[in-house]
């Protein structure tokens, strides 16, 4: 079955039960259990979430319960009221966040190592140190291979538009595997593009931004292993520059 309604909140046996309902009009317990294929058990533990949610109403005929689906039309005033309720949430977080960062800027990160997992997480870094860095300030990245663009594609290009409008620049040396990605990101400004000087996997790639190194994987399980450290930074980007040199222009 179409999951329709479970990417809204409801569960497998909420949207079942509805379904069945809308299929039968009013009916009592057994025919809906039978049509959503739920136990009997279950049955009024649903409807009773369903009928929470404005879903489902019901009436007694002859000492027997009889159960009706609203209109489709219900859920989307539903969705009208999750968002007003997280409009409502977001508001007042806004309100307490600054004592949250307050917190996380004084907690001293010299030396500490972060493990962000899934593509999310890689996303995370990057949009996190995008937002501390300022006009002119340089992004390096070391080895970025063809495999890190798969399924990403549309967020890297999202990602350096935003970039060159806050006129930040990236210095990239691309793997030799990842010459289509490296000539296709080359045409914007504030954008410098190489190749490594030789061809070979490097599934992993190296980011770096101001103090801080990102180890970025993309395959298996991706991550990003974050080190926030002046010394460790330094060192890196003095890797970039000698690599920077040797690298080609074109392959």
Do not use: C
Request: no cysteine; net charge positive.
């Amino acid at each position: 079955m179409e999951q329709y309604l479970q990417s809204l909140g409801f569960t497998p046996g909420e949207e079942k039960v509805y379904v069945a309902l809308l299929k039968l009009g009013s009916s009592s317990s057994g025919p809906i259990a039978k049509e959503a294929k739920v136990s009997r058990s279950k049955l009024y533990e649903i409807m009773e979430k369903l009928s929470r949610k404005g879903l489902v109403s019901h009436f007694q005929r002859n000492n027997v319960s009889y159960f009706t689906a609203t209109p489709p039309t219900r859920i989307l005033d539903f969705i009208k009221e999750k968002k007003e309720k997280l409009d409502q949430e977001m508001s007042s977080f806004e309100k307490i966040l600054p004592f949250f960062q307050n917190i996380m800027e004084k907690k001293p990160m010299g030396k500490e190592a972060q493990v962000f997992e899934g593509l999310e997480g890689i996303k995370s870094v990057r949009e996190t140190f995008l937002k501390e860095m300022k006009k002119g300030e340089i992004i390096y990245y070391i080895g970025n291979p063809a495999s890190g663009h798969k399924n990403m594609l549309g967020y890297w290009d999202d990602f350096n538009s935003r970039r060159v409008r806050q006129k930040v620049w990236s210095w990239t040396i691309y793997n030799q595997d990842a010459v289509e990605f490296g000539e296709r990101r080359k045409k914007l400004s504030y954008t410098k593009v190489k190749y490594l000087p030789h061809p070979g996997p490097t599934p992993a790639w190296i980011e770096i931004y101001g103090d801080t190194v990102a180890i970025a994987l993309k395959e298996e399980t991706p991550m990003s292993i974050v080190v926030t450290n002046k010394l460790i930074a330094d060192s890196f980007k003095t890797y970039f520059k000698i690599l920077w040199e040797v690298s080609k222009e074109k392959i």
